[in-house]
């Protein structure tokens, strides 16, 4: 098993095609119990490094809906990954532990997990000052955490927090 490392790469083009791709595979797989489906993450806020994974934000009725979406989603290669601590969603990932192309988070349509995620990736993609920030943020966390992609993740809450606080006000 590879330990994950947290590598950026530059804004890629491909990657709103490569979103694009996998969506009709998962709607093709899953597509009767899907409310919506977007592409967030860094991948998906033009001109802005990220790590090269696509994340995808699928919006189910209910979290407990999961379990029979896990064979549909296995035959077009995503592996569901049970984490006891993610409460108000569900992930799966394709490709090998710690190398995967793309990440999917599931969970309720509309709900206060949809909502912030969506919020976050439209005030980066419309404030590109705060982008940038995000950037720089980025940047030097994955210079300090290369080998540590938790606590990489974990450093950039504050800053996803006090942006999802200003959506909140606006």
């Not at 189910?60 to 296995?74: N, T």
């Not at 994955?142 to 992609?149: G, I, L, Q, S, V």
């Amino acid at each position: 098993m590879t330990k994950p490392i947290v590598n950026l790469e530059k804004y890629n083009p491909d990657w709103p095609k490569q979103y694009e791709y996998e969506k009709k595979r998962i709607l093709d797989a899953v597509g009767d119990n899907v409310l919506g489906i977007e592409h967030i993450g860094s991948t998906s806020i033009n001109g802005l490094e990220a790590k090269p994974i696509i994340d995808i934000l699928l919006g189910v009725h209910k979290l407990d809906e999961v379990p029979r979406l896990i064979r549909p989603l296995s035959e077009v290669n995503y592996e569901y990954v049970p984490k006891l601590e993610l409460k108000d969603r569900r992930f799966f990932r394709k490709g090998l532990w710690g190398q995967g192309t793309c990440h999917l988070h599931i969970v309720e349509y509309n709900s206060n997990e949809w909502m912030d995620k969506l919020q976050f990736r439209d005030y980066l993609r419309t404030h590109p000052e705060a982008a940038v920030e995000y950037a720089s943020l980025k940047k030097e966390l994955a210079t300090k955490y290369k080998y540590d992609r938790p606590t990489y993740t974990q450093k950039k809450e504050p800053f996803i927090h006090r942006i999802l606080q200003k959506t909140k006000k606006e």
